[in-house]
């Protein structure tokens, strides 16, 4: 570790993240293109906005951080980075349940593969 | 030994066609999705990506302007997801 700048390493680090990111981004649109319904493509989209989106955004806060060509900005671009990260770790996975439990109830998406389903039951019940 | 810029740039430049297919799928999804769910996932996912790609390329072109406009998609598809989740929950979009 001696004989690596600290700027070196902030931007090593910060681009397997990002490239991390960008190949786990291609597998989950793969994913969504390639997966049956709409309760199996949702395993898809968590793993593009998780691993996909929040992953190269803290990637790219540390390499905007170890970058000194970019000049007096490049702090204001880490914490913007940051920010986003953090907004999306929040709302993403808040968004896609709101979507999954409203497709359900709407009936708007089949659930298909399933073995037994005791949520039909309690809805049914909460119906009446 | 290369520089430091021209480290990163190289890095960004390898990076851009890999997102580029990756939102060509998500489109071609959004656009066939059989259902209402299916499109706004595929939308959702997609937006998500697009504002790390916007970081990235704030990062590439060295300007600093990019950085909140992705503040602004992830919100903005956070209020779509909600939207069409509760339009297909109650038939209404609340005033």
Redesign the interface.
């Known amino acids: 570790m001696a004989g690596i700048p600290l700027?070196?390493l902030l931007?090593w680090i910060g681009?397997i993240m990002?490239?991390v990111?960008?190949?786990s981004?291609?597998i989950?649109?793969?994913g969504?293109?390639r997966f049956p319904n709409?309760f199996v493509?949702?395993h898809?989209?968590t793993i593009?906005?998780i691993w996909?989106?929040f992953l190269?955004?803290i990637g790219?806060a540390l390499?905007?951080a170890?970058?000194?060509?970019?000049?007096e900005?490049r702090w204001?671009?880490a914490g913007?980075?940051v920010?986003?990260a953090f907004?999306?770790l929040i709302?993403?996975p808040?968004?896609?349940h709101?979507?999954?439990?409203?497709?359900y109830?709407?009936k708007?998406?089949k659930v298909e593969p399933k073995v037994v389903d005791h949520l039909k039951e309690f809805v049914e019940v909460e119906e009446k | 030994m290369i520089g430091l810029e021209e480290a990163v740039t190289t890095l960004i430049m390898v990076t851009i066609p890999v997102y580029v297919i990756a939102f060509t799928l998500y489109s071609i999804r959004a656009l066939k999705g059989p259902t209402i769910p299916d499109t706004t996932l595929a939308i959702d996912a997609m937006t998500y990506d697009l504002a790390a790609f916007l970081v990235v390329l704030g990062i590439f072109f060295k300007s600093p302007i990019l950085i909140p406009t992705a503040i602004v998609l992830a919100l903005w598809v956070y209020a779509l997801d909600l939207y069409v989740a509760k339009y297909l929950e109650a038939k209404e979009m609340g005033e």
């Open positions: 700027d070196w931007v681009g990002i490239v990111g960008v190949i981004d291609l989950a649109s793969i969504m293109l709409f493509r949702l898809a989209a593009g906005t996909g989106a190269p955004l790219a390499v905007a170890g970058s000194e060509f970019l000049g900005y204001f671009m913007g980075a920010v986003t907004l999306i709302l993403a808040a968004g896609s709101a979507l999954a439990r409203a497709a109830r709407s708007a998406a």
